[in-house]
């Protein structure tokens, strides 16, 4: 398959959103802008893009029993294809999927465009799900250029992807939009990879859990229930950039993301949610970042566009197991 050129969505940005509320927590558990202390930690610092951000690593703790480590007990993989591909590549794509050998123990999912989803369906092996990239807020209608829940679990969609920053931050959708999206999307079956993430600019002041609660709030205050959500953390910095965060910088947000779960909505909740990481993810770096405690898979970009690269990315459920 040709080489696939997509406009990231970092080059498009200049300013940040508006700023957003903290939130309070027991004095178990302290954040500050990036920080996140606890009395028992290693506070070796991580440097970031400057002298004055720093993340603390940890001592590893005991894994949550990796392979149950959510309600279905598996590693979740999603390929987001956004704008991309013509018939032609995205058959040869489908092809090379559907000759790749995955682990077993992994919930698949590629998300195509719009208008190839039929033929995704209709050609790609059973192993691995469909989602939409984008879904309306309601019944369908008079809404001109929208897809609704309805015509996409009559094509066969099981997934949709809400949220995701260039939703955000390109076409303007707002924290309690997506959340109306999400709970409808559930409301009618349709399973959900809810996106949150933050701009480099609000990272560099020390915002990232300030944005990604408020989005989490978000969601929160409407969906019915958690067990059809997968979380995917996916900082606005490095989708599309080449940027990707370490281990432990990815890992930091995902355990303060499960910590919000546990004090806002429920401590099963908490557990059983999967919380995959997006931003760069390829087949070179995905090992490292799968042997993280709280990473439980990914949502990957340009690298789902490569079947053989995909593959590698579903496979790095070893380095997990590995980790456990």
């Known amino acids: 398959m040709a080489a696939v050129t997509s406009t990231s969505l970092a080059s498009q940005l200049s300013t ?23 009395s028992n930690l290693d506070h070796s610092p991580q440097p970031f893009f400057s002298s004055n951000l720093r993340i603390s690593s940890s001592p590893r703790k005991p894994c949550r029993g990796i392979v149950a ?12 294809w956004k704008c991309n591909g013509t018939k032609d590549s995205i058959s040869k794509l489908v092809s090379d999927l559907n000759s790749a050998k995955l682990e077993a123990d992994v919930d698949v999912v590629v998300a195509p465009p719009f208008v190839y989803l039929d033929q995704v369906k209709n050609s790609l092996t059973d192993r691995i799900e469909i989602s939409a990239q984008n879904s309306w807020v309601g019944k369908g209608g008079a809404f001109t250029g929208e897809i609704s829940v309805e015509q996409l679990k009559d094509i066969g969609c099981n997934w949709v992807i809400l949220g995701h920053s260039e939703r955000r931050h390109v076409i303007g959708e ?29 990272r560099e002041a020390g915002k990232t859990f300030d944005v990604c ?16 959500v ?8 490095a989708i599309g950039t080449g940027k990707v965060a370490t281990p432990l910088q990815a890992q930091e947000v995902h355990i303060a993301v499960r910590d919000w779960l546990k004090k806002n909505v429920s401590a099963e909740v908490a557990s059983k949610t999967r919380i995959i990481y997006g931003g760069s993810v390829n087949g ?10 709280d990473i439980d898979g ?19 459920v070893t380095s997990k197991k590995v980790a456990a």
Do not use: H
């Open 298 to 316: 990914f949502l990957v970009g340009g690298a789902s566009l490569k079947g053989p690269e995909f593959a590698v990315i579903v496979n790095s």
């Open 174 to 202: 707002d924290d309690q939009f997506i959340g109306k999206k999400a709970a409808y999307a559930l409301s009618q079956g349709l399973k959900v990879i809810a996106c949150i993430g933050e701009l480099l600019q609000e």
């Open 230 to 237: 997968v979380i995917a953390y996916e900082p606005v910095w």
């Open 284 to 293: 070179s770096n995905c090992s490292e970042l799968a042997k993280q405690e």
């Open 69 to 80: 480590m959510a309600g279905s007990g598996k590693f979740f993989v999603g390929g987001n």
């Open 213 to 228: 609660f408020q989005q989490m709030k978000a969601f929160a205050d409407a969906v019915p229930s958690w067990d059809d």
């Open 16 to 38: 940040p959103k508006a700023t957003t509320p903290s939130y309070s927590y027991s004095s178990a558990t302290q954040f500050s802008g990036l920080r996140r202390s606890f």
